[in-house]
C-alpha cells in the first residue's frame, strides 16, 4: 500500500494573502493622509473665525433646541476635524467654549481631541507601526537606543510632547505608534496633557459673544501671558523631572 501525498501550502498563494491583508492594514493610514492633502486645499478657507462669526445666530438657535444633539455633533465633527488632521482645530475649540461654555465646553474639546489622535495613533500603528518598530529594534544603533529610551520615559516624554506643542499635534500622534507605545497611556497622556492649553482656548471660546458684539477677533496670544504660560512650564517641568532624576541616577552610578 502507497503512501499518499500530503498536499503542501501554496506558497504563493499566501504570500499575495499576506500581500493583501498588508495593504488592508495600510488603507486607513492612507485614507487619512489623502483626506488631509486635500481639506488643506479645500476647507482652509471654510472652517474659520469668519465662518463662525456669520452663522453664530444659527449656531446657538441649533444648540438652545437640541443641547444634546448639539453637544454629540460637535464632538464627532471635533473628532474629525483631528482623526483626518483637517484644518481649523482652533477655530474648533474656540467654538466649543462659544456654543457650550468654559464647561462643559472644555470637556467636549478635550474627548473630540483625544478620540480623533486615537484614530490617527490606531491607524498608524496598525499599517506600519508595529513592523517598523520591529525592525528599529532589530537594526540596532543610535535610533534604537532613542527608541529604547523613549519606552524608558514613555510617560514623561508622553506629556511633555503634549504640555510643550514644540511637536504638530499629526506628528505627536505619530511617533508614539512608531516606537510600540500602549494605547491606554497614549490615551491618558493626550487627554490630560492637552487639557490645560485647552482651558486656556475654550475660555477664550466662552468670551466670544462679547468679541463678536464689538467686530473684532480673539486674542490667542494670552497662552503667552506669563499667568498662563507659567503654570504649563510648570507642569512641563514637573513631567521632565523623572527623566532628569533617572539621567543622574545613571551618571553616579
Known sequence: MTDMPIPTPDSSKDGQTSAKSGILQKLPFL??????????????DQISFEALARNREALIAFRDANYLIAALAFVGAYTAIVGFSLPGATIATLTGGFLFGTFPGVLFNVIGATLGAIAIFTAARSGFGAGFSERIE???GAVAKLQAGLRENEWSVLFLMRLVPAVPFFLANLIPAFTGTRLSRFAITTFLGILPGALVFTSVGAGL????AKGETPDLSII???HVLGPILGLAALSALPILLKFLRKKDA
Open 31 to 44: 485614507a487619512i493622509l489623502v483626506i488631509a492633502a486635500a481639506g488643506a486645499f479645500l476647507l482652509r
Open 224 to 226: 503667552f501671558a506669563p
Open 138 to 140: 532589530g537594526k540596532g
Open 209 to 212: 459673544g462679547e468679541v463678536f
